[in-house]
């Protein structure tokens, strides 16, 4: 476009679009992180120029549900086209073992882990998988004693709770 000497130039009002950014204005540096001139402004300086495009990159939060636990970390923010390091923190809940995160509440199997990398350029709710920390009881040593008359018994045996279990 030509702007002439003591006039106001408008400058087009299309905005460029750029994959995973906003667009902010325009700006005479290339490396620019502001915009000086917005789109339909006037550029009234007597000087030749070029207009840079000035792009922010897009942000997502990407939040931590405990599940039914406590614990859960803060949110993190997430950069379009950069990878997003998850927060180590991992929530508790009592006789759950936590496996990792998902993006279902009803998950059971984790998609991530606590520390591990999120790399969608989207928003998300993380939700805590979890896994009952509960094994059955072991029995042993079963005999059944009868009575002279067979209508009565008496059953014995042993068994280990899970705390016995994991302790042996």
């Not at 840079?52 to 549900?65: Q, R």
């Not at 180590?88 to 009592?94: A, N």
């Amino acid at each position: 476009r030509t702007k002439w000497k003591d006039q106001a130039l408008t400058l087009s009002s299309t905005k460029p679009t750029r994959t995973g950014y906003s667009f902010l204005g325009w700006s005479t540096s290339s490396s620019a992180t502001s915009a000086t001139y917005s789109a339909g402004g006037s550029y009234t300086a007597n000087s030749a120029a070029t207009l840079y495009a000035v792009w922010k990159a897009n942000t997502y939060k990407v939040t931590y549900n405990a599940n039914g636990g406590t614990g859960a970390p803060s949110a993190q923010t997430k950069t379009y086209g950069k990878t997003l390091t998850l927060s180590s923190t991992k929530p508790t809940r009592t006789n759950y073992t936590f496996k990792g995160w998902a993006t279902s509440a009803s998950a059971t199997t984790a998609t991530y882990s606590a520390g591990g990398s999120y790399t969608a350029n989207a928003a998300a709710t993380l939700y805590a998988v979890w896994e009952l920390a509960y094994k059955k009881p072991s029995i042993s040593g079963v005999s059944v004693i009868r009575d002279e008359t067979g209508e009565t018994a008496m059953l014995s045996f042993s068994w280990l709770t899970y705390a016995e279990i994991e302790s042996v």
